[in-house]
């Protein structure tokens, strides 16, 4: 199956406007907006490839917390969340027999393909003497490893975008590959590309990067729409090859993110925070950042909801559950704000400049997040103390300032 025009075509930027990247598509997929209806009124399907884990967290030799893991649960709990009514989502995750939350309190919304293997597992090991919820204190070891998800395993079907969001070496790069023929915008975590694994080293299964160049990834590059990294892999990711063959965006924690394109960049401003777990934080923020893709902001005004979300996943262990009022009176800023039906991801060029609307919007959003902070604070002292506790040194309650 020959890949798509859209997928096919280098997302470079144009010699006459660096800022607008025009991308070609087939005319009866290049809308999927309803006539006669609201911002909202969008059909759209989007597709979310990377299994679920078992997350277990260590101190001291002791477990601490176990948890729901993987990037696609933290995707998929922000997308569903936050996107316009009317945009759908597949997500494609594998599990074993013993995965913990099918039927949990807290389940896996979506469900995933079940496999003789066992779940993903991650230990994550945590020092004592930690300074600050900054502190390089730990060490991330994968214990048991489904099996990939290979291109077989995708649905035999068009998607208006698609994230890999693998964590484990799931994602292989013939299954990006065949994402990148089924959607028209596909975006990748960098983890997704340069994790390995020391199967063989004294503690097997330690979790290192590598040079992204140096895998079959590399070449997908021209066809990916764009790439998430955080600070610390982005020296692996090489920023400035990088973003001569699509946009990359570094996420920097309490300082935000920037954004990386052939011709230009941008820093996008972060919002308060009470951390609780940072442990989904760049998930989140992905996913919040295709949401704002999908409602029709640019590319930097969308990096404004990925920070939001960002932020508000560290807020709680493990994926988050949003506060209805919340999530209601963030899609009420973007009605106000957008004031015509349109889709970054379902149209045909993708803009990557703060638009005029970028300063109001990152201000609405910082009122509705500090709103979030103040109740988190005074409605649920005990948990976090209990957390303070729980995870002293790392999971550390703070208010990270904007």
Known sequence: MAPSPAAAMPLAA????????????????????????GVAELEVEGLVVGSYCHDVLLRGGRVVGETLGGAAAFVSNVLDAASPAGASLAVVSKVGHDFAYATAAAPARHRPVLCASPTTSFHARFSDDAASAHAPDRQLRRVHACDPIYPADLPDRHFAYGLAVGVAGEVLPETLERMIRLCRAVLVDAQAMIRAFDGDAKGGGAVRHVALEATPYARLLPRVAFLKASSEEAPYVGVETARRRCCVIVTEGRDGCR??????????????????????????????FASGLLWGL?????????????????????????????????????????????THLNGNTFTFQRSNIHDELHKSLQEAAMLVCEQKQVNSPATYNVLALVHPGHFRIRLIPG
């Open 14 to 37: 144009e010699p006459d406007d660096p800022e607008v990247v025009e991308v070609e598509i087939e005319e009866e997929e290049e809308r999927g907006v309803k006539k006669g209806g």
């Open 259 to 288: 954004l990386y394109w052939d011709g230009g960049e941008a820093r996008v401003a972060p919002f308060p925070a009470v951390q609780v777990d940072p442990t989904g934080a760049g998930d989140s923020f992905l996913a919040g």
């Open 298 to 342: 640019s590319a930097t005004d969308a990096a404004l909801l990925g920070n939001f979300f960002g932020a508000a996943a560290v807020s709680q262990v493990g994926v988050p559950t949003f506060d209805p009022k919340m999530l209601q009176a963030v899609k009420q800023i973007l009605e106000k704000a957008i004031k015509r039906p349109c």
